[in-house]
């Protein structure tokens, strides 16, 4: 990604999740879906490709993080867009398994009416002084038709 791109991507993640954001080591992202307007970022997803496991089995994920729409631009449909590209990405492209995303309890509906599904946890993953458990919802995104598998997630690195 260009300097000034980054910069943009690090603005509307800034301006959207704040303090939110600090406090943890993060994974560094593998790919972006900018959404554009103009010459204003207007929705940004994050996706990093990741091999992680469940209860100790091998799981292909494309982890989706920095889901964001500049204020100003909600409502559109723009991050809609975004994560269907990134969805299309994920699955077509890298051929993961699942896509796997952490969020609150009120980003489910957005989550669930692009094909998301809560699965159980706990969610655990790599931090400067070891592992974390994290108690957010973990959503998956089938893209192999698999079941997903119970148990133990672990992200098998740092957070998304």
Do not use: N
Request: aromatic content about 10%; glycine content about 14%; some cysteine.
């Amino acid at each position: 990604m260009a300097p000034s791109d980054q910069e943009h991507v690090d603005h509307l993640i800034g301006q959207v999740f704040g303090a939110e954001v600090a406090g943890y080591a993060w994974a560094d992202v593998d790919w972006h879906v900018l959404v554009w307007i103009e010459a204003e970022l207007a929705s940004h997803v994050e996706i990093i490709e990741r091999t992680g496991t469940v209860d100790g089995q091998s799981v292909r994920l494309g982890g989706i993080g920095g889901v964001a729409s500049a204020p100003e631009w909600r409502g559109r449909g723009l991050a809609t867009l975004a994560m269907e590209k990134a969805a299309e990405f994920m699955c077509d492209g890298l051929d993961v398994e699942f896509g796997l995303l952490i969020c609150g309890e009120e980003m489910i509906p957005f989550y669930h009416r692009l094909g998301w599904k809560v699965v159980g946890g706990p969610l655990v993953f790599d931090q400067p002084e070891g592992k974390v458990t994290f108690d957010d919802v973990v959503m998956v995104l089938p893209c192999t038709g698999q079941e997903w598998p119970v148990g133990t997630i672990d992200l098998c690195g740092l957070p998304w």
